[in-house]
């Protein structure tokens, strides 16, 4: 990954009050607080490390794996992680297609915070899952990228912000998306599509539910300070001045519509292993 590449990461996002409280909220359905050994999956800046770094009451006893594949991300989660002297945090920079290679021990748990939608193939995500959790350990994810996670009165919202951001590309940077560069869209599954999934590989699952949450300005803002939403969203344009239409574009956008939030919804699920 480039230098550029590493300003863009996922942590002004991961910071934000109303982030932290959704996965909080997902490590205590998940009810982490004895488990010795913990995965943080998709770890991203260790944000979510951090959160249950703050949980587990065994700490000197427990040892987190933190794993991610990009390798600017594991550079800011050591960095941001790096005075929490109670656990054992390994930081492991790594794919979720081979977690057999990367984790030797069978674990109590995987947290896995809004980053299972990257994945295509779920089914063999979840047996390489199922290969290092112990029986009766926990998965615990979130998503807010699956089939039904944008409410239809959100929709215009997205409509606008985009329109208005390529109307700033080009006026401001002449520049404009080239569409023959999208990332491949990714296949959303439904909530109960995903039930289904995870109870067909040999999990039970315990709980899932759905929050409406509201994302505030900065929301958008900072997510807009992400590499992987800008490509998603400017494909083909230079992640700066991309970066920087989308920020104006949310900026007006809400002014022009006059609001505070847009509704996004966020599934959760823990589940044990048989
Ligand atoms: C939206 S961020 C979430 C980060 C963190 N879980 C949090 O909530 O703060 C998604 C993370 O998943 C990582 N990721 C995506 N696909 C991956 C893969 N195939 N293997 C490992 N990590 C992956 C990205 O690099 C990114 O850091």
């Not at 999956?41 to 987190?64: F, M, N, P, Y």
């Not at 909530?191 to 039970?204: C, H, I, N, P, T």
């Not at 939030?261 to 699920?269: A, E, K, P």
């Amino acid at each position: 990954m480039s230098q550029k590449n590493d300003d863009f990461t996922f942590n002004r996002f991961a910071n934000l009050d109303f982030y932290r409280v959704i996965n909080s909220r997902l490590l205590d359905i998940a009810e982490i607080r004895d488990q010795k050994r913990i995965v943080d999956l998709g770890c991203g800046t260790g944000a979510v490390t951090r959160l249950i770094l703050d949980r587990i009451e065994a700490a000197k006893q427990s040892c987190i794996y933190a794993i991610d594949h990009s390798s600017a991300a594991i550079k800011e989660a050591m960095a941001n992680i790096g005075d929490r002297k109670e656990a054992a945090v390994s930081f492991i920079q790594g794919d979720v297609s081979n977690l057999q290679d990367k984790v030797k021990e069978k674990v109590d748990a995987i947290i896995y915070c809004n980053s299972i939608h990257y994945v295509p193939d779920k089914t063999a995500l979840l047996k390489q899952i199922n290969s290092i959790l112990r029986p009766g350990g926990i998965l615990a994810f979130n998503s807010s990228f699956f089939e039904g996670s944008h409410p239809p009165e959100s929709l215009e919202f997205y409509r606008k912000w985009m329109m208005r951001s390529i109307r700033i590309l080009k006026k401001e940077y002449g520049l404009r998306p080239i569409k023959s560069e999208k990332v491949q869209s990714r296949q959303h599954l439904t909530a109960d599509e995903y039930k289904e999934l995870v109870e067909s590989q040999g999990f039970r699952v315990k709980l899932q539910e759905i929050m409406k949450v509201q994302v505030p300005l900065e929301g958008w803002t900072h997510i807009s300070t992400f590499s992987d939403f800008i490509e998603g969203t400017m494909p083909g344009v230079p992640l700066e001045e991309a970066s920087a239409a989308l920020q104006e574009g949310v900026r007006q956008t809400y002014e022009n519509m006059g609001i505070d939030h847009v509704n996004r919804n966020w599934m959760s699920m823990v589940a044990t292993r048989s």
